[in-house]
C-alpha cells in the first residue's frame, strides 16, 4: 500500500497535515542543527516527516499503525536515514530511545499528535523530560490555549498547571482545519515546550503535585476552602500564601508547588486522582 493510497483511521485519530506552506512554517520553528537526535510521533502520511527528513538527513518516527510502516520506510529511503519505531507512543521510553545512536544531547520531539490521545501523550512525555530538549507540537487550539492560560483566565486549569510546573509553554502559531486531509471540525495550533531545568519548579513528589492540584479543580465553582477541605484545613491553605476564599483557577503554578511541598512536610496524602 502506498502512502497516497492509505485511508486515515478515525479510531485512531488520524488527520494527516496537508499544507506545504504549513510545514515550512513548523521546520522553521524547530530549525534543526547537524547531530540533534530529533523523534516524530505520527508521522501518518509522511506530510512533515519527508521534508524535515530532507532538511536534517536522519530522523526517527514513532508510528502506531501496521499499515504505514512499509509505505514510510519505502519512500523515507529516498530522503535520508530515517528510522521507524513501530510501538503504541505511550509505551515508548524516551529516555532509552537514543541508546545506540551516535547523538548529541537530549532528542527533539516534534509531531501532529492525534487528538484523540492528545493529553495522555503529552503527560507520557513530561514523565520522560529530563531526556527531551524541546518538543513542537501540534494540537486542537483549545488544548494549547489551556496549555498556556495564565491564572485568572477562563481558560487555565488542570492542564495548565500540570504542564507549566515542567515546562516553559508557547503558542507559536494557528492552522486551519482546510490544512489536513480530512479537515478535523476543529481549529489547531502549533505549539513550543521547552523542559525547565531539572528541580527548577521545585517540586518534591510529582504524584502528590499532581493529586493536590486534581484535588483544587475538582470543584471549579467552590472555593479552595470546601475543594481541598477533605485533603486539608484552610490554615494549611493559607501557609502555602494561598488565600482559602481563592478559586483554583486564580492561583499560580508556583503556589500549588508549594502547598504539595508543604502537605508532604505534614504526612498529608491527597486522594487519588482521576486522568486528565
Known sequence: MSLDAHRHKKQLGQHFLSSPGIVEKIIRAVNPKPGEFIVEIGPGGGALTFPLLRAHGELTVIEFDRDLIVPLAE?????????????????????????????????????????????????????????????????????VDRMAAEPGSKTYGRLSVMLQAVCRVTPLFDVPPGAFTPPPKVDSAVVRLVPRPLGEAGVKDAAHFARTVAAAFSQRRKTLRNSLSTVCDADAIRAAGIDPGARAEAVAVEAYVTLSNQLIDAGIQPPEADAL
Not at 519512500?75 to 505511550?90: C, M, N, P, Q, S
Not at 524516551?94 to 541508546?99: A, I, P, R, T
Not at 513542537?136 to 488544548?143: A, C, G, N, P
Open 75 to 143: 519512500e523515507g529511503a529516498k530522503h535520508g536515514k530515517l528510522t521507524i519505531v513501530h510501538r503504541d507512543v505511550l509505551k515508548v521510553d524516551f529516555g532509552k530511545l537514543g541508546h545506540g545512536h551516535d547523538v548529541e544531547g537530549p532528542l527533539r520531539l516534534v509531531g501532529n499528535l492525534p487528538y484523540n490521545i492528545s493529553t495522555p501523550i503529552l503527560f507520557h512525555v513530561m514523565e520522560h523530560a529530563e531526556a527531551v530538549k524541546d518538543m513542537h507540537f501540534m494540537l486542537q487550539k483549545e488544548v
